[in-house]
Nanobody, 111 residues
Framework: QVHLMESGGGLVRAGGSLRLSCTAS????????MGWYRQAPGRGREFVAT???????TYADSVKGRFTISRDNAKNAAYLLMNSLKPEDTAVYYC?????WGQGTQVTVSP
């Protein structure tokens, strides 16, 4: 099992930026996928972005061009840089490592 520690959430105005961080520890496979998902109030969890250990990235259409996922394999860490934030980006953001999930970090975007 992998333990995930997220940080970087907070309150920001529309148009602003935030950078989320996630560090994995425990049973780390060399080949893996780290990602970010989010859950807004009253909605199900939705995919945001993923990045493989080979640095192949995928994004949800709703965040393409605004969010950038990256990682540091030496630190077993992944990051999500969120620019041009919108109120509809408000959600709890969860980090994933293969099938393991973090506790989540709140991102709130005010109008």
């Amino acid at each position: 099992q992998v333990h995930l520690m997220e940080s970087g959430g907070g309150l920001v105005r529309a148009g602003g930026s935030l950078r989320l961080s996630c560090t994995a520890s425990g049973n780390i496979d060399s080949f893996n996928v780290m990602g970010w998902y989010r859950q807004a109030p009253g909605r199900g969890r939705e995919f945001v972005a993923t990045i493989t250990s080979e640095l192949i990235t995928t994004y949800a259409d709703s965040v393409k061009g605004r969010f950038t996922i990256s990682r540091d394999n030496a630190k077993n860490a992944a990051y999500l840089l969120m620019n041009s934030l919108k109120p509809e980006d408000t959600a709890v953001y969860y980090c994933t490592f293969n099938t393991d999930w973090g506790q989540g970090t709140q991102v709130t975007v005010s109008p």
